[in-house]
């Protein structure tokens, strides 16, 4: 923690925060398309600031479990890297996409290699070749979440994140787009198992629940090098965690990451269950969860918080 860190009023930062998004509470659109998200109260608010020293900052409903949906892209990318190492690249790509979260245009366009690990069809291909690092299969997606789980609770030192299975079953029953994407790439030869077994895990770590303070705690290893600096454990090498922090700034909100970038300045992932979990390098993360989403899918209220945030500390990466 740096000096100027120290020397923060966070009750004057979290209720600068507080004024600023209380007009909008509310607005945007929650994710109907999956209708397990449907019924959210859109009214929620939550946000928790994660630091160096394990202490919380927290504000409204950050200890309310929310459906964590892409966010997860975060965690599965990074325990793909340390399986499968560089090898991932071959499936996927790096560069960002410019398009819709589940577009199917660019797949065709490209041979079925996603643009970026962050896409829906990025994503489904990184679960396929974590899965197939279990030794594939519906046995090895089943590891695959179980090694995914365990390695989110001892990073959030919290037994109690867990997947929803009613959310998990409800995206599968919509997931028609989704089996789309993993069909198209399996036409060009990029899917190692069979596309129900990899899709049943892309399901589960999509509908894990978990809490702004659990989801900030478990990402705070990516704020500093790759090692959580409560415990000590080198989680990922620095080297593979600042090319993770660089697909985070370039693709983690979709066609709505260069808006993201300009107005917050720091590498983060959007879910549509309205959470945002965002990495302030050397200081710390910040989850914010607020369901109304805006027209890419990203946390309308949870934007503006974040925004007020980078003004109050001035954590962005580019000052």
Same mark, same amino acid.
């Given at each position: ?72 892209k975060v965690f599965t990318l990074a325990l793909t890297l340390q399986r499968v190492g560089e090898d991932l690249w071959e499936a996927v790509g790096r560069e960002p996409s410019g ?27 990184t679960t396929d070749r974590l899965v197939a690092s279990y030794g594939g299969g519906q046995a090895g997606a089943h590891e695959a979440m179980e090694d995914l789980l365990i390695t989110? $609770?001892? !990073? +959030? ?11 998990? &079953?409800?995206?599968? %029953?919509? #997931? ?66 600042? $090319?993770? !922090? +660089? ?11 260069? &808006?993201?970038?300009? %107005?917050? #300045? ?54």
């Amino acid at each position: 923690m740096t000096v100027a860190d120290q020397a923060m009023d966070w009750q004057k930062i979290l209720a600068s925060i507080e004024a600023a998004v209380s007009p909008h509470i509310g607005s945007g659109k929650v994710a109907n398309y999956i209708p397990a998200l449907a019924c959210v109260d859109p009214r929620k608010f939550g946000i928790a600031v994660a630091l160096p020293d394990g202490s919380m900052q927290i504000l409204g409903d950050a200890d309310e479990s929310f459906s964590v949906q892409s966010i997860s892209k975060v965690f599965t990318l990074a325990l793909t890297l340390q399986r499968v190492g560089e090898d991932l690249w071959e499936a996927v790509g790096r560069e960002p996409s410019g398009s819709s979260f589940n577009s199917i245009v660019q797949l065709e366009a490209e041979a079925g290699i996603p643009r970026n690990p962050l896409i829906n069809a990025g994503a489904i291909a990184t679960t396929d070749r974590l899965v197939a690092s279990y030794g594939g299969g519906q046995a090895g997606a089943h590891e695959a979440m179980e090694d995914l789980l365990i390695t989110a $609770r001892r !990073l +959030a030192q919290d037994e109690n994140i867990a997947i929803d299975y009613e959310v998990a &079953e409800s995206e599968s %029953r919509s #997931g028609s787009r989704n089996r789309a994407l993993a069909h198209f790439m399996a036409s060009f030869g990029n899917m190692k198992n069979p596309v129900e077994d990899s899709l049943s895990a892309y399901f589960r770590h999509c509908s894990i629940a978990i809490s702004c303070r659990q989801l900030a705690r478990a990402a705070l290893f990516l704020a500093f090098d790759g090692c959580d600096p409560v415990t000590g454990e080198q989680v990922v090498s620095k080297e593979r965690c600042q $090319r993770i !922090l +660089a697909i985070l700034m370039m693709s983690g909100h979709y066609d709505n990451s260069g &808006e993201f970038a300009y %107005r917050i #300045g720091l590498p983060g992932k959007s879910g549509v269950g309205g959470g945002i979990l965002v990495v302030a390098p050397e200081h710390g993360t910040i989850a914010v969860w607020s369901p109304g989403l805006n027209q890419a899918g990203t946390s309308m209220v949870g934007s503006i918080a974040l925004e007020e945030l980078v003004q109050q500390t001035g954590w962005s990466v580019f000052v």
